[in-house]
Every structure is written in structure tokens, then in C-alpha cells.
């Protein structure tokens, strides 16, 4: 992917991107086996997509699969349920708009998920994925991290050229830092 800045083409640089993540996800859920989320994992990520705004029960799945990079992927089914135990604890509240419900986290909610994260810090637990050890996924990277696709795409299809080369002079700081960060023990 080296080019200089004259062939620089960003639609290039967003399909590697894509390929890259896609083939990470691909390889991380078929190693975890398509791992299913645990009942109080999904309800954690259900209260984290919620955070941000109301949802509609859809828009909650998919947020959890996007945001955990398919790594939790819930049916349908699953998320219903879960948000039928929130409901009942009392961590969200449901509101009927026409068809649709849509849901919204509570009082409660924002201090279980506050105590959740705490909890997550705290323990520092370790999983097994790909025969190897690894620390637990933190829900804030994987949102900040699922938010950089569509700004990549956007400087891609309507930044200027100049625009282009900056933000490919910061992808590769960034990149440096990241593996700066990764070599820190």
C-alpha cells in the first residue's frame, strides 16, 4: 500500500481497511467458534449501545454485533430477551412508538453499566482466543474503533486531495502510536 502522494487513490486505501478488518473479524469469530455472549456480557453491551440514544430492538443488535466487531453477535431472539430481564430490573424503559418499541436506558441502567466498566477495569480478566491469551475486549475501544470505517470513507469520497494526504500522514502516526502502545508491558 506504499504510494507516493501523486498516485494516492483513497478509495484503495479504504478497501484495504475494510479487507483488513473484515479479515480480523473473520478470522477472530471463526477461532472463538462464533462465540455466544454470555447473558450478562450481552446485557452490559445492550446498556452500552443504549447509552449514547433510544433504540429500537434491531438497531440494538446491530450496534452490539458493530461494535464488538461481530464478536458478540446476538439473534434477535437473544437481545429480546435480555432486554425483557432490563426492562424488569428496572435498567431500561421501554416506550411504544407506533409499531415499534423503543427502548432507552434508565437511572439504574447508567449506574449498572458505570459499575459494569468499573468491574471490567478491575478484574482485568483474560479469555483464550486463537490459542493464545489475550485481555478482554473494552467496550470503549470497540466503539471508537467501529467509528473510524465511516470517517475513513467520508475523507475518501469527499475530502480533498490535500485533505487525503493529512489524513493518511495521521492513519500512519496513528498506526506507529497504536503499536507503541502494544509493545508497552
Do not use: C, Y
Not at 450481552?42 to 430492538?57: K, P, T, Y
Request: aromatic share 4%; glycine share 6%.
Amino acid at each position: 500500500m506504499a504510494q507516493n502522494s501523486s498516485n494516492f487513490d483513497p478509495r484503495e486505501l479504504f478497501s484495504n481497511v475494510i479487507n483488513f478488518v473484515r479479515e480480523r473479524s473473520q478470522s477472530m469469530t471463526s477461532a472463538m467458534a462464533t462465540a455466544q455472549p454470555g447473558e450478562m456480557h450481552l446485557e452490559v453491551a445492550i446498556l452500552s449501545a443504549l447509552s449514547g440514544e433510544a433504540h429500537n430492538a434491531n438497531a440494538i443488535r446491530e450496534a452490539v454485533s458493530l461494535a464488538s466487531g461481530a464478536v458478540l453477535n446476538p439473534t434477535a431472539s437473544q437481545v429480546r430477551a435480555a432486554l425483557d430481564v432490563l426492562v424488569e430490573a428496572g435498567k431500561v424503559e421501554v416506550e411504544t412508538k407506533g409499531d415499534r418499541k423503543v427502548f432507552a436506558i434508565s437511572k439504574l441502567g447508567k449506574s449498572a453499566l458505570a459499575e459494569a466498566k468499573k468491574q471490567l477495569k478491575t478484574d482485568g480478566d483474560t479469555t483464550e482466543s486463537a490459542g493464545r491469551k489475550s485481555a478482554s475486549w473494552d467496550s470503549v475501544f470497540l466503539v471508537a474503533a467501529s467509528k473510524l470505517g465511516p470517517v475513513l470513507l467520508d475523507v475518501a469520497q469527499t475530502g480533498t486531495r490535500e485533505q487525503q494526504k493529512r489524513a493518511a500522514e495521521i492513519l500512519a502516526e496513528t498506526r506507529h502510536e497504536l503499536h507503541k502502545i502494544l509493545a508497552e508491558k
